[in-house]
């Protein structure tokens, strides 16, 4: 996925710097999605370029395009290095000005600068692109638009886009004569694009206006309303309305809430097949009378009022506070993000057990269907399917309904079969992964009741199922899953307990699982005093190349999500197994090099894992075992292995306990290795294409 981000103020003088600043800033706040190439888009001033030999009246100078390999701060030093190379002024003044800036997560085309956006028209670049999401038809749209005499000069398939404006603007503009306006110019080109997008529209014909629309992908708009005060100066001025005068204003176009918030709060989300079109201060907002009808053929569209929403989140959320980087802040900060996955969640019971019951909202109303189901299906992709599978065993035990485990992509592949009696469980921290959505599609096609549950309000898995439950882990930056992994699992012990019901026979299990629930935080924040631990473990495992994980039950999950952290970031080969596949294949690879963790916490496995850890030094193997409290003397006798000693928890809630140290293994590894944490090599956040 990529970020894009724009810039707009209106009858508010605005440096030059103070425009860059904001651009640069956005992007800073969305690097996390995409962080191998940026880009953006200023104007050169009227005055500088007086430009005479142009038609069209309105037209302004050639705008400046900086694109560069890399991450944003190589783009910052480059764009300072291109000003100071052609003199322009930091300090020349703009009361109106459009910018708009990009930082991509290359999947068409090498990160280099031609391939970064804006994406260009072409020479003069006339209209300008940032975009997130993938263009599927962009094959069929180039060879059109080469034939018609266009060149492309990068690998993307965003480019057609610009061009595909070019065309339109040309063709309607007949003898000089301007007629076609930017929102015409933008409706034709959406008539041509199939695939997901948000995409961000700049153009020297319409100078200080911007477009902004979407399909698929997130998009919003954030306003910042000023007033004058005594003294000539704009002040803040709060509104839950978009004023329709010249009333000064800043506007922010944004992938997400992050780069918004720490201007304002009010919002306006941004939704598929509508048209923003931002100019002389005023919002307007078309959209196609029926958006699937728009492939078609071109209908009319129709202006929309909205009221701007409120964006909960607060700016200390999204800033690293005391920590160095984004993982160890989101891994420390579990024991409060799974207070809010929580809270209003656990009520005292009306029933006649009177015993504390779990209320969810977005669920309520399905409850009845859910517990008809044939079966349900979890469906998510990396550490979203992790945390399904930790929760499976309970909501089996609970339900008493079968439930299978699918990862999206797979299931796609397959086109597995779903059914109108089955209930889907997407679950995925973003709400936007590509393959979970496309599954998700799927499903729906099939009949199945299709539930979301996901960190993202807003986002495209939260508004296309049925109903859901969100996690409110609050805000994850780091590239790699941990706070919203722990979450989830606890939401889907939730969904457990509502889908279970109460029943006298299950009351003392719900009462204790309720009362885990309810000290989980407490049980986290004993556990993440392991830290200076698992530090000097990962100095014990820095030089290592590979690292095997046993879990069985409850924390097979486990096994793979602490592997998976290993080598999402520390770049270690890591791989996490099934205990009771070990004699079936991986028994092989142990020798006394192999640093192997082996997951023996008390459940109904320990006696299993116990013979495991036997069998395991029988062939000398190099273990570190992680028990209960007070295990271990007795799991790793004389030393023979390293103990990780973590408390006991209901056994459907250890998961969330165990994964706690492992994080802090991948962390400190990582750390310790030299490798980027919050920006792990060739990931990003979220994965918006196939
Ligand atoms: O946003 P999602 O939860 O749908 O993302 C799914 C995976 O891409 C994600 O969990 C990935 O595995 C993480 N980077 C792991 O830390």
Redesign the pocket.
């Known amino acids: 996925m990529c970020g894009i981000f724009a810039y707009l103020n209106f009858n508010v003088e605005r440096e030059r710097r103070y425009i860059l600043q904001i651009l640069f800033d956005g992007l800073r706040r969305l690097e996390y999605r995409g962080y191998d190439s940026a880009g953006i888009a200023i104007d050169d001033s009227f005055s500088r370029h007086p430009d005479t030999s142009n038609h069209f009246s309105a037209t302004s100078p050639p705008p400046f395009v900086f694109r560069q390999a890399g991450n944003i701060e190589s783009l910052v030093k480059f764009v300072y290095q291109g000003i100071a190379d052609i003199d322009l002024n930091l300090e020349e003044v703009f009361s109106s000005h459009a910018g708009i800036a990009h930082t991509r997560w290359a999947t068409h085309g090498e990160p280099a600068p031609r391939n970064s956006h804006p994406q260009s028209s072409g020479p003069g670049d006339d209209f300008l692109v940032v975009h997130n999401g993938v263009i599927t038809n962009y094959e069929v749209l180039k060879e059109t638009l080469v034939r018609y005499g266009f060149t492309f000069s990068s690998e993307t398939d965003t480019e057609v886009i610009p061009k595909l404006a070019k065309f339109v603007f040309d063709n309607a503009n007949v003898e000089g004569e301007q007629t076609v306006t930017f929102c015409q110019v933008v409706f034709e080109v959406m008539r041509h694009l199939e695939g997901a997008y948000a995409l961000i529209f700049k153009s020297r014909h319409y100078p200080n206006e911007l477009i902004a629309c979407k399909h698929g992908s997130p998009l919003l708009l954030g306003v910042k309303e000023l007033a004058r005060d005594r003294n000539d100066n704009a002040v803040f001025q709060d509104s839950h309305f978009i004023s329709k005068s010249e009333h000064p204003k800043e506007l922010f176009l944004s992938s997400d809430a992050h780069a918004i918030v720490e201007h304002t709060k009010k919002v306006l989300v941004i939704e598929d097949g509508e048209v923003v079109h931002l100019k002389d201060g005023c919002v307007s907002i078309l959209k196609f009378a029926n958006e699937k009808g728009r492939q078609g053929g071109l209908s009319r569209p129709a202006s929309v009022e909205r009221a701007l929403s409120v964006l909960e989140m607060e700016v200390e959320q999204i800033n690293k506070g005391k920590y160095e980087h984004y993982m160890q802040k989101e891994i420390h900060e579990q024991p409060e993000s799974l207070t809010t996955t929580m809270r209003g969640r656990l009520i005292r019971g009306g029933g006649s057990y009177k015993s504390k019951t779990v209320l969810l909202g977005g669920l309520k109303d399905h409850l009845k269907t859910i517990r008809r189901s044939r079966r349900i299906v979890f469906i998510?992709?990396?550490?979203?399917?992790n945390a399904a599978l930790a929760s499976r065993p309970i909501l089996e035990e609970l339900s008493g309904i079968p439930v299978s485990m699918e990862i999206a992509s797979d299931l796609l592949d397959r086109q597995g079969p779903i059914y109108r009696e089955d209930t889907a469980i997407f679950?995925?921290?973003?709400?936007?992964?590509a393959d979970?959505l496309l599954a998700l599609e799927y499903a729906r096609k099939n009949g199945a009741l299709c539930v979301g549950v996901t960190n993202t309000v807003g986002s495209a898995i939260a508004r296309n199922t049925h109903c859901g439950v969100h996690i409110n882990a609050g805000a994850e930056i780091g590239?790699?899953?941990t706070k919203?992994y722990t979450s989830q699992i606890v939401v889907m012990v939730m969904v457990a307990l509502a889908i279970g019901g109460d029943t006298i026979s299950n009351q003392a299990r719900r009462e204790a699982i309720i009362e885990g629930l309810l000290d989980l935080p407490n049980k986290a924040r004993e556990v993440l005093k392991l830290d200076q631990e698992m530090k000097e473990l990962a100095k014990l495992l820095i030089d290592e190349q590979s690292l095997l994980v046993f879990g069985r039950g409850y924390n097979y999950a486990t096994a793979l999500e602490g592997a998976?952290?290993v080598k999402?970031i520390a770049l270690m080969h890591s791989e996490g197994l099934l205990a009771g596949e070990m004699k079936h294949g991986p028994l092989a690879l142990v020798d006394e090099n192999l640093p192997i963790v082996v997951i023996a916490t008390r459940d109904n496995c320990f006696s299993k894992q116990q013979s495991v850890i036997q069998q395991l030094h029988a062939r000398k193997g190099r273990l570190i075992v992680m028990c209960s409290k007070g295990d271990g003397a007795s799991v790793c006798p004389s030393g023979s292995c390293r103990a990780i000693e973590v408390p006991q928890v209901e056994d459907c809630l250890q998961p969330v306990v165990n994964i706690l140290p492992l994080q802090l293994l991948a962390y400190h590894l990582t750390v310790l290795r030299g490798h980027n944490v919050d920006q792990p090599r060739n990931?990003a956040?979220?994965?918006t294409t196939q």
Do not use: R
Not at 380 to 385: L, M, Q, V
Not at 427 to 433: A, D, L, P, W, Y
């Open positions: 998510g992709c990396g550490t979203s399917y679950v995925s921290q973003s709400g936007e992964t979970t590239v790699a899953s919203a998976l952290k999402e990931l956040k979220s994965v």
